[in-house]
């Protein structure tokens, strides 16, 4: 069983950055890949990021590159996503994800969520 907490969120400039972390619960967080995820009001939830549980491999959604970055800590059992040059577009409810494994593009792959964090870009 994996906990995860996300937090850092909050209300920012357009063209400003961001970090938001996620702390999970459990000594097995090494063993699992990371994803993040992002829901815009009315859509769906989509792929942001995802990075294997050493943090060897990274994986990004293409229109996301370049201003998106995933990174983790497993001594701290913490993952985190860098934003940079926020886009009012960015505005969404920010989910960080768990699966035991490889990583994987699809949310349905994961097994553990967060409750999100709501990150608001102000143009």
């Known amino acids: 069983q994996v906990q995860l907490v996300e937090s850092g969120g909050g209300l920012v400039q357009a063209g400003g950055s961001l970090r938001v972390s996620c702390a999970a619960s459990?000594?097995?967080?090494?063993?699992?890949?990371m994803g993040w995820f992002r829901q815009a009001p009315g859509k769906e939830r989509d792929f942001v990021a995802a990075i294997s549980s050493s943090g060897g491999s990274k994986f990004y959604a293409d229109a996301l590159k370049g201003r998106f970055t995933i990174s983790r800590d497993n001594a701290k059992n913490t993952v985190y996503l860098q934003i940079n040059s926020l886009k009012p577009e960015d505005t969404a409810t920010y989910y960080c994800?768990?699966?035991?494994?490889?990583?994987?593009?699809?949310?349905?792959?994961?097994?553990?969520w967060g409750q999100g964090i709501q990150v608001t870009v102000s143009s």
């Open positions: 459990g000594r097995t967080f090494s063993s699992y890949a």
């Open positions: 994800a768990a699966r035991y494994g490889g990583t994987r593009y699809e949310k349905s792959q994961y097994d553990y």
